[in-house]
């Protein structure tokens, strides 16, 4: 044997060591970067309705998790998304073939309000967990349905807004948490009355109003019109229907109040304790309402059974009102109070009860999401009390149990509204 080849162990040990002595161990989350999370924990995401917010949520909300399908019935959003989406989203024009992908964990519904319930449903029943715009359902008995959906097929739904529980709220000049510490502490006294109007720092967009006598146009050939209308009744097609401006018509939606009614509502149901329950009257001040097009509106009054009250004052004519008033006190817009030493007695209130703000989280565990489907369609629910009541134009007797009107047909025909042809809830 050549003496030069040949090893001895001692030389083996020694050569290995010195070896070793130059190779760096690295951890796993300095190969991936900071809070490198492996390929098989991504959660896997898609958009169904990518027009105006539904881009958003393709570029920019709940961004943790891969996005893989788009899907739109105007093939001119479509192709924009796909494009904004990246190379591994596929487009799709028909929502039920995205439902239908086993690798899809989270699916989006930011489409107008006619469709949320029954998308929420087909992506419950296809055991996706679930992401909505709100408002979250266009009728009562639609977010009844989403519930129970939600509950049989073990889902983790949320609801895309955030004051509860995220950012300034409105005019306040402050998050909701303290503002609730005041209110679970009784320092304004019970019971309340709240105030929303541009004096508070609400103010309703009356611009999504409809338009009547509308001339019916030849639909363009970027658009499914058919399938935008889905369970909405058919009506001929003209562009201030659809896209930006389908708010405005009672089939999609109900105006400024469905488009920004649940932003300011969900916060004040959370802040008076109401998750659980819904008033037990409405009544409406506005012009007699359009069967088609939205109208603007005056003053809508929402009564809880123990005398707290919601305020919607559209006409701004309460200027000097608080946005919380109670027989102890009050909380005006910038979060001011008449309360002596008032911030020194909101920082030794205790904190609300704790609840999950992250939407992944809720996912991986299993649990309920700050704003979910519960909760949810009870803040959803004043939104469509206040729309039955400018429709109907006189004031309701509401039972919050049943969630029906108290002997009045006709409110109750605006409960649960016919879809066309072969959709369903």
């Known amino acids: 044997m050549n003496m030069n080849h040949r090893f001895t162990r001692r030389s083996f040990l020694k050569t290995s060591i010195a070896s070793l002595a130059t ?76 439902i239908a992908r086993k690798d899809i964990d989270i699916v989006h519904i930011p489409t107008p309000p006619h469709w949320h319930a029954i998308m929420a449903i087909a992506a419950a029943k296809a055991g996706k967990d679930i992401w909505c715009e709100k408002p979250m359902s266009r009728t009562i008995a639609e977010g009844e349905a989403v519930v129970a959906a939600v509950k049989k097929y073990k889902r983790v739904f949320r609801l895309n807004t955030w004051f509860r529980f995220a950012d300034n709220f409105y ?12 209110v679970q502490s009784g320092m304004l006294g019970w019971p309340l009355k709240v105030t929303l109007n541009a004096a508070t720092g609400f103010d309703w967009k009356f611009m999504w109003i409809g338009k009547t006598g509308l001339v019916p146009q030849p639909v363009p050939a970027n658009l499914d019109y058919d399938f935008w209308l889905g369970p909405a009744p058919f009506k001929p097609y003209h562009p201030h229907r659809v896209h930006g401006t389908f708010r405005g018509y009672w089939d999609y939606d109900g105006g400024g109040l469905g488009d920004m009614g649940q932003h300011y509502l969900d916060p004040v149901q959370y802040i008076l304790g109401k998750d659980n329950e819904s008033p037990i009257e409405v009544e409406a001040d506005a012009p007699k309402q359009d069967s088609d097009a939205v109208g603007t509106w005056r003053r809508i009054r929402l009564l809880y059974k123990d005398g707290c009250e919601i305020i919607l004052d559209g006409d701004n004519k309460e200027k000097d009102a608080a946005f919380i008033q109670g027989p102890n006190g009050k909380i005006m817009k910038g979060f001011k109070s008449d309360i002596a030493d008032f911030a020194q007695k909101v920082a030794g209130l205790p904190d609300p009860e704790p609840q999950i703000t992250d939407f992944v989280e809720s996912v991986k565990t299993r649990k309920k999401f700050a704003l979910n489907e519960e909760n949810g369609h009870r803040s959803c629910t004043l939104v469509n009390l206040a729309k039955i009541a400018l429709q109907t134009g006189r004031p309701l007797h509401f039972d919050p149990k049943k969630q029906r009107f108290i002997n009045d047909k006709e409110a109750n025909s605006y409960v649960s509204q016919p879809m066309r042809g072969k959709w369903r809830v």
């Not at 959660?43 to 996005?67: F, P």
């Not at 005019?171 to 005041?182: E, L, R, S």
């Open 171 to 182: 005019g306040m000049n402050t998050p909701v948490k303290p503002i609730k510490k005041v």
């Open 23 to 98: 190779i760096s161990i690295v951890p796993r989350h300095v190969l991936g970067g900071a809070g490198f999370t492996p390929p098989s924990e991504i959660l896997t995401r898609a958009v169904i309705g990518v027009g105006g917010m539904g881009m958003g949520h393709v570029k920019s909300i709940n961004t943790a998790c891969k996005l893989l399908a788009v899907c739109d019935v105007d093939s001119d959003h479509l192709k924009a998304a796909v494009a904004a989406g990246g190379p591994d989203v596929k487009g799709y024009s028909d929502f039920r073939e995205v």
